[in-house]
């Protein structure tokens, strides 16, 4: 059995800009509006696979953080950061950029790509999943716009 929920129609969205160095259009600091859907499989326990709303908080708790900012790679060979408690210094390309530390979201990859971003939010949903035993798959799509994504499915039990 699986269920779905769609980021979209549930209002699992975040507005974030970020940069791909190595692509020349996308080297460009740009933003899209994100949505955030996934599928799970398993066996249902006392007549449900698990709470929607479980699994809703979950996500809405890792979008939270990333909401309106600039999302910076944490280390890449194609781009220099230099950080302090106040700012980030983003160089790449001939470009410079410099964000307030507040408006920035480092996140743990060498690129803000929507495929680096999805593969980062489906481990860390696998991760709080861990004590639903029943739970088998988990596929999570980061959409950056409308019939556009990324997907990463992930084992989480045999069930």
Wanted: aromatic residues 8%.
């Amino acid at each position: 059995m699986y269920i779905e929920i769609d980021g979209k129609q549930n209002n699992l969205r975040f507005s974030a800009a970020h940069f791909i160095p190595t692509i020349e259009k996308c080297s460009r600091l740009h933003g899209h509006d994100y949505s955030v859907s996934l599928r799970l499989t398993g066996e249902p326990v006392d007549g449900i696979l698990i709470d929607y709303g479980i699994v809703k908080q979950i996500i809405r708790k890792l979008i939270e953080d990333i909401d309106h900012k600039v999302i910076v790679p944490r280390s890449s060979e194609f781009s220099a950061v230099k950080k302090n408690t106040e700012s980030f210094e983003v160089k790449y390309g001939g470009k410079s950029y410099m964000f307030p530390a507040g408006d920035v979201y480092e996140l743990d990859a060498d690129f803000s790509s929507s495929e680096s971003m999805c593969r980062i939010m489906c481990n860390k949903i696998a991760e709080k999943l861990k004590p639903y035993s029943n739970l088998q798959n988990l596929s999570v799509c980061l959409y950056e716009g409308p019939g556009q994504s990324a997907c990463v499915e992930l084992k989480l039990n045999d069930g």
